[in-house]
């Protein structure tokens, strides 16, 4: 077992996050800071890493091989990553359900909605991080079959590897846990929880380079406010982002 992977049965009961991968070395990285890493300190969440690598056959650790067909890059192979899964899988109870996630720009985009589901199961979730041209389709089919895989994008762009898009997702997740963030509403507000984005904030001073912060937010009146506020997001996600307008239409 690789000497990355500290996943304890008997601590499991807060959220986890397990992560396989062959740069251990790049977790917790910027989740040891701010609320993500008070909440890690805190044991609010848990994080455990496992090198693929470890799962690799011969005496070079080899984890890649050619593509068939042809091409340029290297894949990774089904096997050494299929073995990566099952040791992540050993290390939870029978009746846990982690969701299994495959980190990949082929994925379906994720979203505030994806955030909030994985958020809420409490036996947390497996990320599986890629290199080179990706994996062998193979393992990733044979855990969707198995353990119903689900392939997340974190946008329409490629990136060397799948850690940091593994970073943006926990982080998502994290901030929505209960009790991570000190005042429980923080998040009701926020952009898509009610499928718009959010209305513009200011804070002091009341002007600055002769920009005025709008008079009815100082005028101690809820009712108005909130309906300043709730003008302000409709507005901004009608020119911003017509998709979302569309969906808050309906
Ligand atoms: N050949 C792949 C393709 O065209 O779809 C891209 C491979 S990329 C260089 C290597 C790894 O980075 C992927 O296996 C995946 O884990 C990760 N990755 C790259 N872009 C990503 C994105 N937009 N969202 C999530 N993961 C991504």
């Known amino acids: 077992m690789c000497e990355h992977f500290k996943l304890d049965k008997t601590t499991m009961k807060p959220w986890h996050a397990t992560i396989l991968t062959l740069f251990p070395e790049m977790f917790p990285g910027p989740l040891a800071h701010s609320i993500a890493g008070k909440s890690l300190e805190k044991n609010q969440w848990q994080l455990s890493t496992i090198n693929i690598r470890d799962f690799a056959k011969d005496k070079h650790h080899t984890v890649d091989d050619t593509p068939y067909g042809g091409g340029t890059g290297l894949v990774m192979m089904a096997d050494v990553v299929d073995e990566a899964l099952c ?42 991080c890629g290199r080179y041209e990706g994996i062998d389709d193979r393992a990733i089919e044979h855990w969707r079959e198995e353990k119903g895989l689900i392939e997340v994008s974190i946008g329409d762009y490629v990136l060397s590897g799948g850690e940091m ?66 003008q302000s997001a409709k507005a901004i996600t009608k020119e911003r982002r017509p998709d979302l307008w569309g969906k808050h239409l309906i």
């Open 87 to 128: 040791a992540a899988e050993s290390a939870y109870a029978e009746q846990e359900q982690p969701q299994y996630i495959y980190v990949t720009p082929r994925g379906k985009p994720f979203t505030h909605d994806l955030a909030r589901k994985l958020s809420k199961n409490s036996s947390g979730i497996i990320i599986l």
């Open 165 to 230: 898009a593994a970073l943006v997702l926990m982080d998502a997740c994290v901030r929505l846990l209960p009790g991570v963030l000190v005042k429980e509403d923080a998040t009701t507000s926020e952009s898509f929880e009610e499928g718009l984005l959010e209305f513009s904030q200011y804070t002091k001073p009341r002007v600055w380079k002769d920009k005025a912060v709008p008079e009815v937010l100082l005028s101690g009146d809820h009712g108005k406010i909130a309906q300043w506020r709730l």
